[in-house]
Every structure is written in structure tokens, then in C-alpha cells.
């Protein structure tokens, strides 16, 4: 067991009696009730469960909480998931503007036996963020958007409701900068919480690797903070499954001077399978060759060529040097390559040019009062690698054939990205693997195969599935039988039969201790949070 150091008692509360009521309504199966029995309770259920979401509004009304019930103006629109293959219903989303009000939400929602989820940027892959299955209590973080850097140490204080894009604006401001991924609208609470990937964590590691302390609600409604001197295990385990064990209010982040330029670039190539396998393959030759400066990150990905057999094969992401420091850099790769047929673009400038220059999403990285992404109806699974048994020439080639056969006559709009996370000298290799909950610290590669539905609109195609899993069966069955292969948490699926081992590898079994001593009644519950039994 693992104690926990609270810097405070919970918020005393002396104008509200709160009631403890039976478990959600969500949870109760009136099924395993004898007939009569069940025709002689549900009436009084259904009065009983009224009155406890007629409790729970005055509750939160009291202390001015914003929340949204079923039937409100605005539910709707705010209960529906980034990935509209799930279609989920919270029993509120509240929108707490501090710690005091997230202390009470939470609190409130312990006392009525309610699963608490936090949200932060609203992009969860699989609606972990709405609950994952009907009944949750939402704590929407997203009014919360305080940034403060420390003038003398420059760490950066950051509340859990900024995008990715918004922070990379503030720091830069200053002349700071944070590694993380370029779609502007993630937010950082998920991105921080599970991993945090971009172009400069072979520079600066993972989001995650920088958090240095944070502010945690746990599942009483205490409040406490973690760091290495305080905690220090609940700071080991936000560090990589953050959710299963409390909401974080606020992340302090190591932060660091921006490099005074550099170059983004995207080249685009249509190949034909043994062109594209080649180019695979030199691309891991490269990455294990020793050459890659931790000035450089980048990715490949294929996608849909215009012809069965084709792909398009891309190449790009940024460099943090100079010009003639870049072209040095990418010419062993460039020299097995052909000329690209498609497009060449590239930019310099400054850090946060470059950013912007590479960022997804609709709009510029300031997304404060600019239209959300929207919605998606997709699939998506991943699959790291590790560096000491890099891919055999057979997973390589039998993706690609797969991609240019099987892909060409999917009629899904798919994408597979090969983000490049090791090779010599990469920041988030040299993390020792127990210092943090992340646990693939040996990683080379982390794919991404992802798949929407033609139009982006439900339903999703059953064929989808099949496509998306056969993506990652054609590299893994090319494998040798004991390949210690991972999967990246903030790519989530639901679909994945041992998730545990494939997300968490060895450390699950201590955040399994972890979440039995800091939330044993499961609170913070949602399909793959972590389970104490």
C-alpha cells in the first residue's frame, strides 16, 4: 500500500447535507429480480433515481457549478464524443472553474456512489472522457485555462483545459517551448497523462517525461500534490495512466529555451510494393544507424494510392537546426529514395513557425474561440516496436502489400503513421523504464493505423474493423512468436484482449496497488482504467 500525503482536509461543506444514496441507476439490472418484485420496485426506483439527479443539480447549483443533465439545452451537443462510433451518456457534465468546485464534484459523486471521469480536450478515442458507457459524472476541465511560467526557474504551471495549440502560443511568448503533438486541439490533461509524442521528444522525451509535479483531486475529494519529494508514487502513476486515480487540477512542466529555428517538411511520393517496401525498410536502417541527431523527429506513413497496388508513402516532420545541418541529416535516407512524384514542401523559420506550419486540425495552433475539429467515426490501434528487435523485411513488406491491395479496395479513408521514438541517443529512451507509469521506453517505432468511415458519419463498417486489425496482424504474424511488441495509450481501443500487458507491460501490477490504495472503491472508472482485483 502506498500513502498518500494530503497538503489539506477536504473542503467542509455546512449549507449542503449530502445524502448517501444507492449506486447509479446506470449499474442496477432489474433482470435478476423475481417479476413481481421488480414490477413492485421500479416505480419507486424511478422517483428514487429523479430525486437523486434533482439532489445533485441543487448541489452543484448551491456552489455554482455549471452542469449539464439529460434534456438541458446544450446536453446534446456536449455529451457527444470526438469518435461518433460511441454514443454515450453521462448522468451530468460539470464544468468546475477551480480546485475547490472539482474538489466538490468529486466528493458530491463519491457520496451518490457515481464513476467519475475527468475530461480534458474532449478527443478521447474510445469516450473514455464521457465515461465509456452511460451514467458518469463529467468533470469538462475545460474552463480551466490558467498558464503562469516562473520567471526565475521558467517551469510552467498549466491547468488541465489548454490545447496543445494555445500552450505552445503562451510558452513561446517567453521563449519556451514543451514537447507534445502538433493537433492543436488535444488537450494536455489526456496528452500529459498517457504519453505526449511530437517532433521534439527525441530532443525533449514524452509531455509526461516533463510534468514535475502536479495537483491531484483523489476520489474523496481531498486534494493533494505529487512530485518526487511528495507522493511520490501517485506521481509515478500519473505519469502514464492518469485517469484511473484521480483528476489533475493543474501540471507543473519542465520547460525548455526554443531552439532559434528551424525547418518542417513534408515530401509525398506514389510507390509501388517493392519501391515502398524499400523506402520502409531504409527508413529503420536510418533510424538504427546512429546518424539521427535528437535535433530531428519526423514520422512516415502511407495511405491510399491511386491505383490496386499503389500507396502513397510520406515523409515528414521538423528539424531544430540549421538548413545546410538539415539536408546533412536527411541525405542518407534521401539517397535510397527516389525523387518524390507527388509534392516536396518545406519552411523555415522559428520554433513556433514551424509548429504552426505542421499542425493538424482546423485553423491556427490559437484555438480560443475558434470552432472545435468536429467529429470523426473511426477505428484506430497501434503498435511500438522495440529497438532491439527491430522489424524482419517480411512485416515490412507484407504491410505494404496489405496496405496496397486490401487498402486500395477498402472504402474507408485510412492512414497508417510510423512515428520515429528511438535510435541512438533518443530523449525518451534514456528515461529509465520504472521512473515513470509509461512503459516502453525501448520503443523504435509506435504505428498508428486508423480508419474513418467513408463519409466520417456512423455507422461505422464492420469490414472496418476487419481492415484496421489485419494492419497490425500482417507485421505481427511476420514476427518471431515472442515478440514483445507494445501499444501506445493515448491511442486507445477497446478492442484490444490484453490491453493490460500490451499498454502497461510490466508496471500494471503496480498500478494496480496503486489504484487499490488511492481510489478502492473505484470511482475513477471507465473501460481501460486500471482495476485493484
Given at each position: ?5 494530503r ?45 437523486n ?17 439529460k434534456?438541458?439545452?446544450?446536453y446534446?451537443?456536449?455529451?457527444t ?15 468546475p472553474?477551480?480546485?475547490?468546485q472539482?474538489?466538490?464534484?468529486v ?11 475527468a475530461?480534458?480536450?474532449?478527443h478521447s ?11 458518469a ?7 480551466m ?6 520567471s ?8 488541465p483545459?489548454?490545447r ?7 510558452l ?55 512530485s ?6 501517485l ?14 487540477s493543474?501540471?507543473?512542466?519542465r ?7 528551424g ?10 510494393i ?60 534521401f ?9 516536396a ?41 522495440p529497438?532491439?528487435?527491430p ?66 458519419l ?7 474493423f ?7 496482424d ?11 511488441w ?15 500487458r ?6 500494471y ?25
Amino acid at each position: 500500500m502506498f500513502p498518500v500525503h494530503r497538503i489539506r482536509p477536504r473542503p467542509i461543506i455546512h449549507d449542503i447535507k449530502v445524502a448517501r444514496v444507492s449506486p447509479s441507476f446506470a449499474s442496477f439490472s432489474p433482470t435478476k429480480m423475481k417479476p413481481a418484485l421488480g414490477f413492485l420496485l421500479l416505480p419507486w426506483l424511478a422517483a428514487s433515481w429523479a430525486q437523486n439527479v434533482n439532489q445533485l443539480r441543487d448541489q452543484l447549483a448551491a456552489h455554482n457549478i455549471t452542469a449539464l443533465f439529460k434534456n438541458d439545452a446544450g446536453y446534446s451537443a456536449a455529451a457527444t464524443s470526438y469518435n461518433i462510433r460511441y454514443t454515450v451518456e453521462p448522468l451530468a457534465i460539470t464544468y468546475p472553474t477551480d480546485i475547490q468546485q472539482i474538489s466538490f464534484v468529486v466528493e458530491t459523486g463519491a457520496e451518490q456512489k457515481l464513476r467519475v471521469v475527468a475530461r480534458s480536450g474532449g478527443h478521447s478515442y474510445i469516450a473514455n472522457s464521457l465515461g465509456g458507457k452511460d451514467g458518469a459524472l463529467v468533470v469538462d476541465l475545460s474552463r480551466m485555462k490558467r498558464i503562469t511560467v516562473d520567471s526565475q526557474t521558467k517551469n510552467a504551471v498549466v491547468e488541465p483545459g489548454n490545447r496543445l495549440g494555445d500552450i505552445a502560443l503562451a510558452l513561446n511568448a517567453v521563449g519556451r517551448g514543451l514537447p507534445h503533438g502538433r493537433c492543436a486541439y488535444v488537450g494536455i490533461g489526456g496528452h500529459s497523462g498517457f504519453g505526449g509524442w511530437g517532433f521534439a521528444s527525441r530532443m525533449w522525451g514524452l509531455t509526461l517525461d516533463n510534468v514535475l509535479s502536479a495537483t491531484v483531486v483523489l476520489a474523496d475529494g481531498s486534494i493533494v500534490t505529487t512530485s518526487q519529494y511528495s507522493n511520490p508514487e501517485l506521481y509515478w502513476g500519473i505519469r502514464g495512466s492518469s485517469a484511473s486515480f484521480g483528476i489533475v487540477s493543474s501540471i507543473e512542466f519542465r520547460t525548455f529555451a526554443v531552439p532559434p529555428s528551424g525547418t518542417g517538411f513534408e515530401y509525398l511520393w506514389e510507390m509501388d510494393i517493392p519501391t515502398a517496401s524499400h523506402a520502409f525498410a531504409q527508413f529503420q536502417s536510418w533510424a538504427l544507424s546512429g546518424s539521427i541527431p535528437q535535433t530531428f523527429g519526423g514520422e512516415i506513413a502511407f495511405m491510399k494510392g491511386s491505383s490496386y497496388g499503389l500507396v502513397e508513402f510520406a515523409f515528414f516532420g521538423a528539424y531544430f537546426g540549421s538548413d545546410e545541418s538539415f539536408n546533412n541529416t536527411v541525405s542518407p535516407f534521401f539517397s535510397e529514395l527516389p525523387v518524390p512524384n507527388v509534392s516536396a514542401n518545406l519552411t523555415s523559420g522559428s520554433w513556433i513557425e514551424v509548429l504552426e506550419y505542421l499542425a493538424t486540425g482546423v485553423g491556427p495552433l490559437n484555438t480560443s474561440g475558434q470552432p472545435d475539429i468536429g467529429s470523426d467515426t473511426f477505428y484506430a490501434k497501434s503498435l511500438m516496436t522495440p529497438m532491439d528487435v527491430p522489424l524482419t523485411n517480411a512485416s515490412m513488406t507484407a504491410m505494404v502489400k496489405y496496405l496496397a491491395e486490401e487498402g486500395f479496395n477498402s472504402s474507408d479513408f485510412w492512414h497508417v503513421e510510423v512515428e520515429l521514438y528511438g535510435g541512438k541517443g533518443s530523449a525518451i529512451n534514456q528515461v529509465l523504464l520504472d521512473d515513470t507509469a509509461f512503459a516502453h521506453r525501448n520503443t523504435l517505432f509506435t504505428f498508428q493505423p486508423y480508419a474513418s468511415s467513408s463519409n466520417l458519419l456512423p455507422p461505422y463498417p464492420e469490414t472496418g474493423f476487419g481492415f484496421v486489425d489485419g494492419i497490425v496482424d500482417s507485421i505481427t504474424s511476420n514476427m518471431p512468436r515472442d515478440w514483445e511488441w507494445g501499444a501506445y495509450p493515448n491511442y486507445i481501443e477497446d478492442r484490444l484482449p490484453d490491453w493490460q500487458r500490451r499498454y502497461y507491460g510490466p508496471h500494471y501490477e503496480r498500478l494496480k496497488l496503486l489504484k487499490a490504495s488511492v481510489d478502492p472503491a473505484d470511482r475513477f472508472q471507465f473501460p481501460t482504467s486500471i482495476q485493484e482485483s
